[in-house]
């Protein structure tokens, strides 16, 4: 294996646990939020976060790109503050990965968080527990499992992102040439050699991730509930 | 809390709230501090609103007041949130926390209850309850171990008893907590709660459907209905009363309280010593000497001018006619006197005026057996 392709999972990995961590801080007060109030401000809330499922990613990276530009608010900002340029930087990947795997997070954890009964959250505010308390000691203990299940997906999906990445991080070895963008190298430049390394070891590691949920889903499953 | 009002005692309430059901829970009184008091209507009547809200988990309209001895817990100004107020509450499905043990959901309320405590006077006996004093008292030794999935749900409101009283509640509040469980473990329960009442000085708040369970426990009867009270007072004044809601009910029953004498074990009864007369009862299961509460429903009980003699009925006393309620046109309820407590009749209005019947007027008072030997089947 090359430096360039060692470089390029050492960068994929490294995006991915960075945005997996991003998301689960971000992800678990939003989903909280959203499990627990009802009307037309979280269905909105609820359909800006999806909408990167139906999207082409290429959509959500060109208006990422957009706003990134050295030139506008956030671009500026942005120099001013880190004295060096948002675009095509690997905080631009992070920052475009965290929006594009959100719901993946999100959803998750929504579905499990709705689960929780008001009631043991009642029982535990007579208890003395205040509200962050009782997330802690309540919610928490009980959606451990989704959470699980929200960081791999999440994990997983910025693995697999490429459209996203090719728009608003171009493709600097290094900095932002993740694995998928290094195989599309490879099959333009028609090494296929090296286009079936990466496409395998990418085959392999995803089938082992829904491998090991849907395993643990299907024998959790299967255990008499109580 | 404001100097003026640091005398102030027992639980005033003037509170408005929507309940679930379309009925507006809108009420003005002031509970005692002591002893247990029932909250007794139908379903539907806004008890367990009225818990909610004492209890913080249901916020009452904004001018709305709960204030307990000398604590606001809600005003004008302001609202308490239920984990500041220090209140037990034994909800009626138990609401044990499934990934915790038996002995950890205990441990759950331990561990919270020392941010809890702000002090004050009189708040130490409850804040005294010890873990172990609680487990020998409820039984629980072999259940610690247990998760809630694996306890029947009498243990399981025995668990959610016991926690609720470690988190050194200064006022505990119970929901139908025995409406799940079958007779024997109804039973059960209600002589734990009975031997916690007596050995804690714990004000209760008993919300309940069930007039047996009231009639056993309660000091103090507030009866709502859809949403108002109806009537307050202490239980067995309350009971042997003619001008109220529960006197027109068809289950209306006088409470009396009598002390065991012996145990018949041939003939499987109990004797009971009711000032100064004898009362045969199903066979009881408390110890001679020991007190205890009697409901006897007042359709089961009919008079006569003259003692009867080999009757089939083994209950006759000697009574004096108190008052004679309204009723309806072909029923009227009488008060009997007997010494200082009073049996409740129900008898036909012919009846009442074949005998002539006069205020002050010594009778006898037959109480068919099968309201003392069936007794605790009346439950349901």
Known sequence: ?226 | MSGLASSAKGLALRLSCAGDRGFVLRLDCELPDRGITAVYGASGSGKSTLLDCIAGLRRPAGDSLIRFRDTTWQDGERFVPPWQRRIGYVFQDARLFPHLSAEQNLDYALARRNGLRNGGPGDGQAGAIDKRQLVALLELGPLLESKPQALSGGQKQRVAIARALLCAPRLLLLDEPLANLDHAASEQCLAHLQRLARELDLPMLYVSHAIEEVSQLADHLLLLERGAVQDQGAMLDLCSRLDTRLSQDEQAAAIVVATVARHDEAFGLSELELEGQTLLVRHLSQAPGQRRRLRIPARDVSICRQRPRDSSILNILPVTLREIGAGDEARVLLRLALGSQYLLARITRKSAVELQLQVGDRLYAQIKSAALLLESADHA
Not at chain 1, 18 to 35: D, E, H, N, Q, V
Not at chain 1, 92 to 113: D, E, K, N, T
């Open chain 1, 1 to 226: 294996m090359t430096t360039a392709e060692l470089d390029a999972i050492r960068l994929t990995l490294a995006l991915a646990a960075i945005t997996t961590i991003a998301l689960l801080i971000l992800g678990t007060p939003l989903a909280w939020w959203l499990s627990r109030h009802r009307g037309s401000v979280p269905a909105m809330l609820e359909s800006v976060i999806a909408l990167p499922l139906i999207l082409p990613p290429t959509v959500l990276g060109f208006y990422l790109l957009l706003l990134f530009a050295p030139g506008t608010w956030l671009g500026r900002l942005w120099l001013q503050l880190t004295g060096s340029q948002l675009a095509f930087s690997f905080s631009a990947l992070v920052i475009g990965s965290v929006i594009y795997s959100l719901p993946f997070v999100v959803q998750p954890l929504q579905s499990a968080f709705a689960r929780v009964p008001d009631d043991l959250l009642q029982a535990a505010a007579t208890l003395g527990a205040a509200p962050r308390d009782q997330f802690l000691s309540v919610v928490l203990p009980l959606t451990r499992r989704s959470f699980i299940t929200a960081a791999s997906l999440g994990f997983a999906h910025t693995v697999g992102e490429f459209g996203v990445i090719l728009m608003i991080g171009g493709n600097i070895p290094g900095e932002t040439q993740v694995l998928s963008v290094a195989l599309y190298d490879y099959v333009e430049s028609l090494q296929f050699e090296q286009a079936h390394r990466l496409a395998g070891i990418m085959v392999v590691f995803s089938l082992a991730l829904l491998f090991f949920l849907y395993r643990r889903d299907r024998r959790d499953g299967w255990r008499v509930q109580p």
